[in-house]
């Protein structure tokens, strides 16, 4: 077997995991139905974590170069936004840039770790057996086998991998639509007063502007049919009472509630991630970044499972810890619909808009923002449920001595271990574990804020009393270890060593 691992679809969740599983040393075979890249828009927004995760690997660069920062973003279309200028991340923003974007910019990283995708190949069906997968494939040339240790279906919403795999996709079909339209010419004012109306604008640079429309007389539209300029046009009269100076549309289309998740995301050597494993309305603009979260956290489990280091149970944790987030966003989003949908029915009007009215005035509160931000920036995704806040949380980006960032730290893929009171030795985990010696005494503390970073003075509060801290290849925390105000040590489980075992597997002697 000369594939470790067979990826259906170069979408943005399928380029993320082949990037990660290639960083790790896997081989990794992409297989996208289309023969070329794809040219809409679709997602236009990277929220923080999502940014994060990019610099983790030391690719934020590249995004922010391309994209524009926002200091926040919408919930069901309400006045009062998510802010995310006040969360504690190096990058409390949501950032706009066009999917083709984001797609080009994964490709590229893909492709300098040496994957680029087989083109103009589908994946038809499979068959997995106790040794190995094998993946159906029809190509330009006619139809072939490939077989591979494990196969991942990113290829979206129609996955046929998670079908032929046997993963089931309960769920509703969509009764609710809305429409986008791209326009490379607006009117002076348009972007105002379009928000004024309460329809969705954002220029997604490029010249071009996005607008977002649910339409009471449109709304029962099928997804599957076209929208013409036309019908955009009259819409965006009805909603705002004039075109707004809008011409040259590049792009029209319609999107629906339909809403679904993977019953489990794992079936033996078949595994799910992004649309493929969940769908719901783009509301918050939340799906693209979930792909991107769940291929983070995939990645490195199905190299550790593939490069045979693997602890009993850390493939199937991928289901455990991404199953819960994918409930939650298709949760919330079903929340915002309905409160966009009952918006357009007029014997709903009344009654929605004091419970909207209600809503917005609850986000006004900086504590339910803040919640809310929370959630749809993925900051506050936290696995597990340890007694230590700090387990299963993302690990906050501290400097941790001579300037550098715990970000820095975990680009190439491995564990870190910061150790700060020097007792701890990953020599036989060299492999998987990088070691951080911080300093020899005392509790973490910010060398002092670095120019262009976000400033953490005085060492972050979740740190306090830390003495070492595991984190995983994804960033997030896998343990740590405290000392306790009475002087004696707080550990989530066993020591380090225990810890390493737990997370990092046998140490190479051992398993060797
Ligand atoms: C109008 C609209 C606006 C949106 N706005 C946002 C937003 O602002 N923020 C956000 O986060 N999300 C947004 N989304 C959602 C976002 O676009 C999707 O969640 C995202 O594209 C999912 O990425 P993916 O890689 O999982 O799947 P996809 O992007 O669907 O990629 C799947 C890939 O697999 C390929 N493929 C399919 N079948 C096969 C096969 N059998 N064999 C091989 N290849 C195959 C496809 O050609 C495709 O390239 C929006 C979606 C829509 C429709």
Redesign the pocket.
């Known amino acids: 077997m000369n594939v470790d691992v067979v990826v ?8 993320m995991l082949a990037g990660e599983l290639a960083l790790a040393g896997v081989r990794v075979l992409v ?4 023969e070329a890249s ?1 040219r809409d828009s ?6 923080p974590r999502s940014v994060e995760l990019m610099d983790l690997r030391g690719i934020a660069e590249g995004f922010l170069a391309r994209g524009r920062p926002v200091p926040g973003w919408h919930f069901a279309g309400l006045p009062t936004g998510l802010n995310f200028a006040g969360l504690d991340s190096p990058h409390p923003y949501s950032l706009f840039l066009a ?1 083709s974007h984001t797609e080009e910019l994964l490709a590229e990283r893909a492709a300098e770790l040496g994957v680029r995708p087989r083109r103009g ?4 069906g499979l068959r997995q057996d106790a040794d190995g997968v094998a993946v159906e494939v029809r190509g330009p040339d006619g139809d072939y086998l490939v077989r591979a240790g494990f196969v991942v279906g ?8 998670r079908q032929a795999g046997g993963i089931g996709f309960p769920g509703s079909d969509s009764t609710f639509s809305a429409m ?1 339209a791209d326009f490379a010419v607006v009117g002076p004012e348009a972007v105002r007063r379009a928000g004024e109306h309460g329809v969705l604008a954002a220029p997604l640079g490029d010249g071009v502007t996005r607008f977002v429309l649910p339409d009471a007389e449109r709304m029962r539209v099928p997804v599957s049919e076209p929208v013409s300029e036309a019908e955009f046009l009259a819409a965006l009269r009805r909603a705002t009472g004039s075109t707004l100076g809008v011409a040259e549309p590049r792009w029209l ?1 319609r ?1 629906g509630n339909a809403t679904r998740l993977a019953d489990r995301y794992r079936n033996g050597r078949v595994l799910v ?4 494993a969940h769908i719901h309305f ?1 509301a918050a ?7 991107l979260q769940d291929a983070m956290n995939l990645g490195w489990k199905l190299a550790a499972e593939v490069k045979g280091w693997a602890p009993a149970g850390l493939l199937d944790s991928y289901h455990v810890e991404r199953h819960p987030v994918g409930q939650q966003v298709v949760d919330n989003t079903m929340a915002q619909t309905l409160l966009l949908e009952l918006m357009l029915m007029p014997e709903y009007r009344r009654p929605v808009g004091a419970l909207r009215a209600m809503l917005d005035e609850l986000l006004g509160i900086e504590e339910v923002n803040v919640r809310l931000a929370g959630r749809v920036s993925a900051l506050d995704t936290r696995y597990g449920a340890a007694a230590d806040p700090l387990v299963g949380a993302r690990m906050p980006d501290v400097v941790v001595g001579a300037g550098r960032r715990v970000y820095e730290l975990v680009r190439d893929g491995r564990f870190v271990l910061l150790d700060f009171a020097g007792d701890g030795e990953v020599a036989g985990w060299a492999d998987r574990v990088r070691g951080v010696r911080v300093r020899a005494d005392g509790p973490v503390r910010s060398e002092g804020p670095v120019p262009g970073e976000h400033p953490v003075p005085g060492g972050h509060p979740a740190l306090a009393g830390v003495r070492a801290v595991l984190v995983r290849p994804d960033g997030h925390v896998a343990w740590v270890s405290r000392e306790e105000t009475g002087g004696g040590r707080a550990e989530s489980g066993a020591g380090w060593e225990g810890a390493l075992r737990e997370w990092a597997g046998a140490p190479a002697a051992v398993v060797g």
Do not use: I, K, Y
């Not at 297989?31 to 289309?34: G, S, Y």
């Not at 190949?121 to 038809?124: D, E, L, Q, R, S």
């Not at 990113?154 to 991998?161: E, H, I, K, M, Q």
């Open positions: 259906a679809g170069a979408g943005p969740t399928g380029l297989l996208e139905r289309r794809q679709r997602a236009l927004s990277l929220h999917q190949h589908a994946v038809t990113c290829d979206g919403g129609r996955s046929v991998v986008l289309s999107f991630a992004g649309d493929a783009p603009g939340q799906g693209l970044n979930v792909g």
